[in-house]
């Protein structure tokens, strides 16, 4: 069945530094979007990416679709503790709208 | 005002019982889904209802019941509760799931089985 695979699984970082984590899906995807898990919280949605090769900026935070659709990133710039918690892309395949297929998450860990 | 709210937030029962997490939100969504997540924080697809109607019914056992009285509620069954079945249940709702609308999460459902 269609996967959509998140790496790394863990990262620790000193504030301050930068941290990427990387999604990967199986099938092409007609979007893909990604959440946030704070500890002991709830997904909450940070952004959607439609476009072939999209870029979009929130403040440190940079997120890519490729332009095959099949691979998303998401890059903070200058870590701060209050980006600890586990990310989260998530995509629809073609042809299954409705049914948002999970990364397994990136939980971050930062360091003050 | 909370916009999904599931409840109860923490449940603690022993096997071979029988639970349920009710879910209610008021964003006027017409989509309402059940996801696991499970102590990995893997999140799974469960169910979801479009206006009171089952549209995605994943391989879920059958003691997981859902149930949606109106487009608002979504609430889920489980019978004969199994060690397994620990794990935290999240709702969510979305506007429009055909364009992959984001999801609004509820704040989760801890259930524990002992």
């Known amino acids: 069945g269609q996967q959509v695979m998140q790496i790394p699984q863990y990262q620790h970082v000193q504030e301050g530094e930068d941290f990427t984590t990387y999604c990967n899906s199986s099938t092409t995807l007609s979007n893909i979007q990604w959440y946030k898990q704070r500890p002991g919280g709830h997904p909450v949605f940070l952004i959607q990416l439609v476009k072939s090769g999209e870029v979009k900026k929130q403040k440190r935070l940079t997120f890519q679709f490729g332009e095959a659709k099949k691979n998303s990133s998401l890059h903070i710039t200058a870590t701060q503790t209050t980006d600890v918690g586990t990310y989260f892309c998530a995509g629809p395949p073609y042809n299954q709208g409705g049914k948002l297929i999970f990364g397994q998450g990136t939980e971050l860990s930062v360091k003050p | ?114």
């Open chain 2, 1 to 114: 005002d909370t916009a999904v709210s599931q409840t109860p937030k923490y449940l603690v029962t022993q096997m071979g019982n029988d639970k349920s997490i009710k879910c209610e939100q008021n964003l006027g969504h017409d989509t309402m889904y059940w996801y696991k997540q499970d102590s990995k924080k893997f999140l799974k697809i469960m169910f979801s209802y479009n206006n009171k109607e089952l549209i995605i019914n994943e391989t879920v056992p059958n003691r997981f019941s859902p149930k949606s009285p109106d487009k608002a509620h979504l609430n889920l069954h489980i019978n004969s509760l199994e060690l397994g079945d620990s794990a935290v249940y999240f709702c969510a709702s979305s506007q429009d799931p055909a364009r992959a609308s984001p999801l609004h999460f509820g704040n989760g459902t801890r259930l524990t089985v002992t």
